[in-house]
């Protein structure tokens, strides 16, 4: 019978039976078969859970299995620091803030309007590990900007629930003109 994961210790202490090496979306799972040195295991969390490097798998035989970041292509963002990273957040993207750099995931639209701002950039691989959210650990979940139906806080305005556990609304014009940039 496989091992199976049910819970995860966050920023677990070694020694470790084994590691399991994911990338920034991998990285976030509820239910997934895993495979690492000491063979498959199953996961099986109770939510959709966003996993930290050096957070663990506590297996039903056991065992201990930490999680690693998996190096992958980011860019990595030099320059006016706080103007780039308000145009990163701007459009909801994941972003690793260090006092002399900003790392994002590569997306070669966000690197036209970077540069186009004045960024210097490199292209690297390495382990992305952004910010978390404001509320607490884990990630920041993008949400919908579509038209509101069935709205009860007016026409044009939107309500966003995060996986924090809030929600906040905003107004945009009528014309839908806005500068958030999905791609």
Not at 2 to 18: E, G, K, Q, V, Y
Not at 21 to 42: I, N, V
Not at 120 to 125: A, E, S, Y
Not at 146 to 169: F, K, L
Request: hydrophobic share 35%; glycine share 10%; aromatic share 4%.
């Amino acid at each position: 019978m496989i091992a199976t994961a049910h819970s995860i210790i966050r920023n677990a202490p070694a020694p470790f039976d084994a590691e399991v090496s994911l990338d920034y979306e991998g990285r976030l799972m509820r239910r997934k078969r895993l495979s690492c040195e000491g063979g498959d295991f199953m996961v099986d969390l109770p939510e959709v859970t966003s996993l930290d490097d050096g957070d663990a798998f506590e297996l039903s035989d056991g065992r201990q299995v930490v999680v690693r970041a998996a190096p992958e292509p980011v860019l990595v963002i030099r320059g006016n620091l706080p103007r780039l990273a308000w145009h990163i957040g701007n459009r909801h993207t994941p972003c690793r803030i260090e006092a002399d750099r900003l790392v994002i995931r590569q997306d070669h639209v966000l690197e036209a309007m970077l540069k186009q701002l004045g960024a210097d950039m490199c292209r690297k691989d390495m382990p992305f590990r952004p910010e978390g959210g404001a509320y607490g650990h884990g990630r920041t979940f993008g949400h919908d900007h579509g038209p509101a139906t069935n709205n009860p806080h007016g026409a044009g305005e939107h309500m966003h629930s995060h996986a924090e556990g809030h929600s906040h609304s905003h107004t945009h014009a009528e014309s839908h003109s806005h500068a958030h940039d999905h791609a």
